[in-house]
């Protein structure tokens, strides 16, 4: 099987378990937002790494999957460009304009040891963005809805070969992205 149509299966896939909401949920009774610009996943655990996600509507954009080499103090990076298809990007879109419109609270009881805490930033054309963190075991159906169809963009670009890889680089933020 092309290494493409793989990629593009396995996002399409894992965005179809992770994504049920129907594609009308804006119309169903919640406030329409102006249009997502940006998705920004944020879920590095200083101990045992992660990922770090910059998607642009268009579905370009770029990974920092990170991790701990063993017998390595410092987490080492593998950066990958994106291209998610059109159609599992609108569903990306459907997910962040609905956790835009109507956002949860941010995880505010201590976490766990060693948990992770994933941060999500949605970026609408407007300027403004709505951030929401969750501690790892602290569950949330939309928030886990869009976390988890990201975590399968990280999963198919993880396919391809890195654009670069060495020590990770936390304050990196690519080209037309919002710094930290």
């Known amino acids: 099987m092309d290494a493409n149509v793989k990629r593009r299966a396995v996002i399409l896939a894992a965005l179809l378990v992770a994504a049920s909401l129907p594609a009308c949920a804006l119309e ?11 998705i920004i996943l944020r879920d590095v655990q200083a101990l045992h790494g992660g990922q770090v996600v910059y998607l642009a ?32 990007m609108a569903r990306l879109r459907r997910l962040a304009a609905s956790h835009a419109a109507a956002p949860i609270p941010s995880s505010t009881a201590p976490g766990l040891p060693d948990a992770s ?9 407007s ?15 939309e928030f886990d809805d869009l976390y988890q169809a ?8 993880a396919t391809q070969k890195p654009l670069s890889q060495g020590k990770f680089d936390p304050n990196w933020t690519p080209d037309g992205f919002p710094a930290r």
């Open 57 to 88: 509507a268009d579905g370009s954009g770029y990974c920092q999957l990170v991790s701990r080499l063993p017998e390595v103090v410092a987490l080492a990076e593998k950066r990958y460009r994106l291209a998610v298809p059109a159609d599992a």
């Open 150 to 157: 990201l975590l399968a963009v990280v999963q198919a670009a």
């Open 127 to 141: 300027g403004r963005s709505v951030d929401v963190s969750r501690w790892q075991h602290d569950h949330n159906a």
């Open 28 to 38: 169903e009774g919640r406030t329409k937002v102006d249009q997502v610009a940006a």
């Open 117 to 125: 805490r994933p941060r999500i930033s949605v970026r609408l054309a």
